[in-house]
C-alpha cells in the first residue's frame, strides 16, 4: 500500500491520550451554482468504496483497548463517526494493520478525520499511521 501526503491523516503519530488524528481532510464546501437559490447539498456522491488503513509504527503499552474511529465534522473537530473498530492491547504491535472501506454517500459533512479513544490507562507508548491508500494488501502468510 502506498500513502500519499496529501491524504494523510496520522504520519507516526504518537497516542498517548484519546485524539483526533493530527490531519483531517477537507472535502470542500458546496457552492451556489449561477443563478441558483440556494447552495448545492453536501454530498461526496456515490462512488466505489475508499480504502483506508491505520497501522501500527510503535507497540504500545498500558492501554486494554484502542478505538479508530473513522468520523467526519463540519468542523475541524469531528464528532460524527461512520465507521469504528476496536483493537485489543495484545493487537497492538508495530505492523498490525486495520483498514476500513469508506462509501462516499456516506460523507455529508466537510472534514473527514479519525477519532482514536483510548480504553484503559493511557499509553507511554504507540504510534499509528493512518491515511487513504491505493489499495490493501490482503495476503497472508501460511501457517
Do not use: H
Amino acid at each position: 500500500m502506498i500513502f500519499s501526503a496529501q491524504q494523510l491523516f496520522s504520519d507516526d503519530q504518537a497516542i498517548t491520550a484519546s485524539a483526533d488524528s493530527t490531519n483531517v481532510i477537507d472535502l470542500g464546501v458546496a457552492g451556489t451554482p449561477y443563478g441558483a437559490a440556494a447552495a448545492l447539498n453536501d454530498d461526496v456522491g456515490k462512488g466505489a468504496k475508499i480504502p483506508l488503513l491505520v497501522q501500527v509504527t510503535e507497540d504500545f503499552d498500558n492501554l486494554t483497548t484502542l478505538e479508530i474511529k473513522v468520523s467526519t465534522g463540519a468542523t475541524t473537530a469531528l464528532g460524527t463517526t461512520i465507521l469504528s473498530q476496536t483493537i485489543a492491547l495484545a493487537d497492538l504491535v508495530a505492523g498490525k494493520q486495520t483498514s476500513f472501506n469508506v462509501l462516499p454517500d456516506d460523507i455529508t459533512e466537510r472534514y473527514l478525520g479519525i477519532e482514536y479513544v483510548v480504553v484503559g490507562t493511557a499509553p507511554t507508548a504507540g504510534k499509528v499511521t493512518a491515511g487513504i491508500v491505493m489499495g490493501v494488501q490482503t495476503n497472508t502468510t501460511g501457517a
